[in-house]
């Protein structure tokens, strides 16, 4: 029988998961040809939604000032998503320019959260511990 997750845990599982996808973002890019255009996207968009799908949900595990960051991440995302086609290779997402504008905001925002560090992924914290 599994165990149910509390919601606080929940919120730090997906505050981590967040930091893995800054570090694709804050590779610019790299980041871009290690995880090709749609992963690039996604991997953020699968924990931060698209301007359209509603935004940023309530997380108990993120910072204010790391939310305001958060923002201004998926703000600049989403324009580069929507400025894009959606079946593009790597070069071509790269030769748009916007893997290097992405990427000193994405460098801020991981740089705030790994002030804080991770959290666990199997205890409650009220604060990281890794």
Same mark, same amino acid.
Request: proline letters at 5%.
């Given at each position: ?14 505050? $981590? ?9 804050? @590779?610019?890019?790299?980041? *871009? ?7 690039? +996207?996604?991997? +953020?968009? @699968?924990? *931060?939604?698209?301007?359209? /799908? ?9 910072? #204010?000032?790391?939310?305001? =960051? =958060?923002?201004? *991440?998926?703000?600049?995302? /989403? @324009?580069? !998503?929507?400025?894009?086609?959606? $079946?593009?290779?790597? @070069? ?11 990427? #000193?905001?994405? !460098? ?6 790994? *002030?804080r560090g991770r959290f666990s992924e199997e205890n409650e914290e009220e604060a #990281?511990?890794?």
């Amino acid at each position: 029988m599994e165990e149910q997750l509390s919601d606080r845990l929940i919120d730090q599982r997906i505050r $981590n998961r967040i930091m893995e996808a800054l570090e694709t973002l804050a @590779d610019g890019d790299e980041g *871009v040809r290690r995880e090709w255009p749609a992963e690039y +996207f996604e991997s +953020f968009y @699968d924990w *931060v939604p698209h301007r359209g /799908d509603g935004g940023m949900r309530s997380n108990s595990a993120i910072s #204010p000032d790391e939310e305001a =960051l =958060l923002r201004q *991440v998926s703000g600049i995302l /989403d @324009d580069a !998503c929507d400025a894009t086609p959606g $079946n593009m290779t790597a @070069d071509e997402l790269i030769a748009t320019g916007w893997p290097k504008r992405i990427q #000193p905001i994405a !460098c801020k925002a991981l740089n705030l959260m790994r *002030v804080r560090g991770r959290f666990s992924e199997e205890n409650e914290e009220e604060a #990281p511990s890794g």
